[in-house]
């Protein structure tokens, strides 16, 4: 059974920085692209980031210089460090795995960020 | 970046109507669209993906079609538990970008 477990997350200042971590399960990890999609309370759902089997990234625009993702295959962990972090970064983080070029089949829980004074 | 504009926001249905939603892409992006399926308080579930192929385990009532710029998802009969809100999202090109979301809620 595939299984995605999310954690990392919580309440931060504006300016500081969180790690997220997404544990993976049930599937080949370290032949697999993974991603974070996120969604803003009441909001609809925005990509962030996404790294290839291989490690390739790709970011949206709102994150880059910001957050970098990462993986280690061998704890078959996916990481997102979020660094000068802003209000709009507020959101449920989903951990997912990327399928046919960019489509995504298994997903996480969640794990709520949380950024204010 | 390539918009993805769904139609309707909300759809208000009854069991049993058959539902259409839209998605237009500003740009083609041939069949590069996946389907997704979102309850309150959970995450996304995949429904269709390269536009109009079935993921593994998700009702035939479901179906999706187009390629280009537009796209529909196509609930046949709708089930009680189909109320949620639907996403299309392109893969064509990065950054990768969602529809809007459509609220399909009961009549």
């Known amino acids: 059974e595939v299984q995605l477990l999310e954690s990392g997350g919580g309440l931060v200042q504006p300016g500081g920085s969180l790690r997220l971590s997404c544990a993976a399960s049930?599937?080949?990890?370290?032949?697999?692209?993974m991603g974070w999609v996120r969604q803003a309370p009441g909001e609809g759902l925005e990509w962030v980031s996404s790294?290839?089997?291989?490690?390739?990234?790709y970011s949206a625009d709102s994150v880059k210089g910001r957050f970098s993702l990462s993986r280690d295959n061998s704890m078959n962990t996916l990481y997102l460090q979020m660094n000068s972090l802003r209000a709009e970064d507020t959101a449920v983080y989903y951990c997912a795995r990327v399928v046919f070029q960019g489509a995504h089949d298994y997903w996480g829980q969640g794990t709520l960020v949380t950024v204010s004074s | 970046d390539i918009q993805m504009t769904q139609s309707p926001s909300t759809l208000s249905a009854s069991v049993g109507d058959r539902v259409t939603i839209t998605c237009r892409a500003s740009?083609?992006?041939?069949?590069?669209l996946a389907w997704y399926q979102q309850k309150p308080g959970k995450a996304p579930k995949l429904l269709i993906y390269?536009?109009?192929t079935l993921e593994s385990g998700v009702p035939s009532r479901f179906s999706g079609s187009g390629s280009g710029t537009e796209f529909t998802l196509t609930i046949s009969s709708l089930q009680s538990e189909d109320f949620a809100v639907y996403y299309c999202q392109q893969y064509n090109k990065w950054p990768l970008t969602f529809g809007g979301g459509t609220k399909v809620e009961i009549k």
């Open positions: 390269k536009a109009s």
């Open positions: 790294i290839s089997g291989g490690g390739n990234t």
């Open positions: 049930g599937f080949s990890f370290s032949n697999s692209a």
């Open positions: 740009q083609s992006i041939t069949t590069w």
